[in-house]
C-alpha cells in the first residue's frame, strides 16, 4: 500500500550525498535502546470503555480511525503534527503522535479487537535513520518500538506495514467504515477495496465518534480543569505583560506571544489561534491576526485557551481594560454582558434544552439594546425567531459550543443531540455572549462605537447545577480593575 509516509522527502536539490563509508560508519557504536517499557499513558485507564462504547454501536463492522498524516506547510516544511481527535479520544495519544496510525477496530463474535498501527522506530542501520528528514530519528527523534507502543497504550500494535492485508480480509463480506476526512490517502485506498460501506455509514462512524464525547468521563472534566486553571494563570502573565504590549506597539502580537509561551510552556499548545484584539478589532469576531497596537484607552478582548498534552483545550474570553480601568461607556456595554453571561450561565442545567444559555443571554442584551434606543424594533420582536433576529446585528454568534479535545468539540453529533439536545451531566460548553459595536456602524451612539466586548467561561454541568472550570479569572468589572492593579504592581515591582 504506497502510504504518503513512504514517500521520501521531496526537496533533495541541497541535499549532501552519503558517501559509503559514511553509511557503513553511522549504524554502528550507538548504546542500546533503553531495555525499561514507558508508563501508561495518562489516559490509558479509561480508552478501553470509550472503544467499548463504540463497539457495542456497530457490531460487526471493522471500524478505521486514522490519526492522518504531516501536512505540509510550505515546500518540505510540515506543521505540528496534531492526531484527529477521534484518534486521541480512543488511543489516549496526545501530543504529536502518532502520524499515519490508523486505529482499527476488527469485528469478533462478542464485539471487536482493537490494533493500533504505526510505524515503529526505523532500525540505525536503516537509511531513514539518518537521511530522512521527515521520519528520521536523527531528524525528528526516536518513535516508539511496537512493545513500547503497547506500554504506553495498552492496545494490540502492529506495524503500519501489515495495515494493508488487514484492511483487504475478508473485505467483500465486510462492511468498513472510516473517519474519511482523517486520513484522504487512506480513505481513497478503502474506497478502492470491494467491501459493503458507503460514505453514509462513514458519516454514522463519525456521528458516533462525535457524539461520544458529548459527555466527558471523570478524567477528560480532570484535564478539563487543568486546561482552565493553566489558562487563568496564562491570562495573569499577560495582564502583567500589558504595560510592555502598549510601549513596545503592535501589543496585539506582543500579547498572542506571552500567551503562547505559556501555552507551550504549561500545555502542549494553544487550543486554537489567540485572539488578542483590542478597540475595534474586537468587533471582528475570529481576529487573529493580532498586528494592532494596544493604547491605553482601549479594551483588550482576549479569547484564548491552552491545549494540555492529551490535547484538551480552555476557551476562556476576558475583555480587560488596557489601562486597568474601564471607561463609563465600556463599562456600559461590560456589564450589559456580564449581566447576559451570568442569565446564561444559571440556564446550563441539568435537563436544560442546549439553547437555553443562549436563549436566557440574548433576552438580557436585547433588553438593553432596546433600553438604549439601539434596536429598531421591540425586544420582544428582535427575539422573534422567525420574524425577528434584528440584534444579531450586534451578537451575531451563539453563546455556547461543547468544548473538550476540540475547541468546538462534538461537531458531529446530530442537532438532535446537540443544537436541539438537552445538557447533561458531564457535557462542557461555553457561554460567551458579546456585544460588538463597530466604529462604522452608525446605528449605535457614538460613546459606544469601536466597543466590542465579550465574556466568556468553560461550563461543566452537574448532577445538580454546573461548575464554572474557568471561575478563577475574574469578570465582575470592579474586581476586574482590583486584579489588574494588584498585577500591574507586582510586575513593576519585578522590574526595579
Ligand atoms: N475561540 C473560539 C470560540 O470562542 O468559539
Ligand atoms: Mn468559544
Ligand atoms: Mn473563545
Given at each position: 500500500m504506497a502510504r504518503v509516509s513512504e514517500e521520501q522527502p521531496k526537496t533533495r536539490s541541497r541535499a549532501i550525498p552519503y558517501s559509503e563509508a559514511f553509511k557503513t560508519f553511522i549504524p554502528t557504536g550507538w548504546a542500546p535502546y533503553a531495555p525499561d517499557l514507558p508508563e501508561p499513558l495518562p489516559a490509558t485507564a479509561w480508552t478501553q470503555a470509550r472503544r467499548d462504547s463504540l463497539s457495542a454501536l456497530f457490531p460487526g463492522d471493522r471500524l478505521v480511525v486514522p490519526a492522518g498524516g504531516l501536512k505540509v506547510r510550505s515546500n518540505d516544511t510540515d506543521y505540528r503534527f496534531r492526531p484527529h481527535s477521534a484518534f486521541a479520544h480512543l488511543t489516549g495519544l496526545g501530543t504529536d503522535r502518532e502520524p499515519d496510525a490508523v486505529l482499527v477496530l476488527e469485528p469478533t463474535d462478542s464485539g471487536h479487537d482493537a490494533t493500533l498501527y504505526f510505524r515503529p522506530r526505523a532500525p540505525r542501520t536503516s537509511e531513514e535513520f539518518y537521511a530522512n528528514a521527515r521520519y528520521g530519528e536523527m531528524w525528528v527523534g526516536q518513535r516508539e518500538s511496537l512493545a513500547e507502543m503497547a506500554a504506553l497504550t495498552g492496545l494490540t500494535v502492529a506495524d503500519i506495514a501489515d495495515l494493508e492485508d488487514a484492511l483487504a480480509k475478508n473485505a467483500s463480506a465486510t462492511r468498513v467504515r472510516i473517519v474519511r476526512e482523517a486520513d484522504a490517502a487512506l480513505t481513497d485506498q478503502v474506497d478502492a477495496l470491494d467491501h459493503l460501506g458507503s460514505a453514509e455509514a462513514d458519516a454514522e462512524l463519525s456521528t458516533a465518534l462525535s457524539e461520544l464525547r458529548l459527555c466527558k468521563d471523570e478524567f477528560e472534566v480532570d484535564q478539563m480543569r487543568e486546561a482552565c486553571a493553566k489558562t487563568a494563570v496564562a491570562f495573569e502573565e499577560v495582564v502583567r505583560a500589558l504595560p510592555e504590549a502598549v510601549r513596545r506597539g503592535r501589543g496585539e502580537r506582543w500579547v498572542e506571544g506571552v500567551f503562547g509561551l505559556h501555552a507551550r510552556h504549561a500545555g502542549n499548545a494553544v487550543g486554537y489561534d489567540t485572539i488578542a484584539a483590542a478597540g475595534d478589532h474586537a468587533c471582528t469576531l475570529h481576529w487573529i491576526r493580532n498586528d494592532g497596537d494596544l493604547r491605553g484607552d482601549e479594551l483588550l478582548l482576549l479569547d484564548a485557551g491552552i491545549e494540555l498534552d492529551t490535547l484538551y483545550t480552555a476557551d476562556i474570553t476576558r475583555t480587560l481594560p488596557v489601562s486597568g480601568r474601564f471607561s463609563e461607556a465600556q463599562r456600559k456595554v461590560y456589564e450589559a454582558v456580564l449581566e447576559a453571561q451570568q442569565a446564561g450561565i444559571d440556564a446550563a442545567q441539568p435537563g436544560a434544552d442546549f439553547l437555553a444559555p443562549h436563549l436566557a443571554a440574548v433576552v438580557v442584551l436585547v433588553k438593553r439594546l432596546e433600553d438604549w434606543g439601539i434596536l429598531p424594533v421591540s425586544a420582544a420582536e428582535s427575539v422573534d425567531p422567525e420574524t425577528g433576529g434584528q440584534h444579531r446585528r450586534w451578537m451575531v454568534h451563539g453563546t455556547s459550543h461543547h468544548l473538550g479535545i476540540d475547541v468546538h468539540d462534538c461537531a458531529q453529533a446530530l442537532a438532535e443531540n446537540y443544537r436541539e439536545g438537552t445538557l447533561k451531566p458531564g457535557m462542557v460548553i461555553t457561554v460567551e455572549p458579546g456585544l460588538y459595536f463597530k466604529e462604522t456602524d452608525l446605528l449605535v451612539p457614538e460613546e459606544f462605537r469601536g466597543i466590542g466586548v465579550r465574556i466568556e467561561d468553560d461550563i461543566l454541568i452537574t448532577a445538580d447545577g454546573n461548575e464554572n472550570?474557568?471561575?478563577?479569572?475574574?469578570?465582575d468589572p470592579d474586581e476586574i480593575e482590583a486584579w489588574m492593579s494588584v498585577l500591574f504592581e507586582r510586575s513593576s515591582d519585578r522590574e526595579h
Open positions: 472550570l474557568s471561575a478563577a479569572l475574574p469578570k
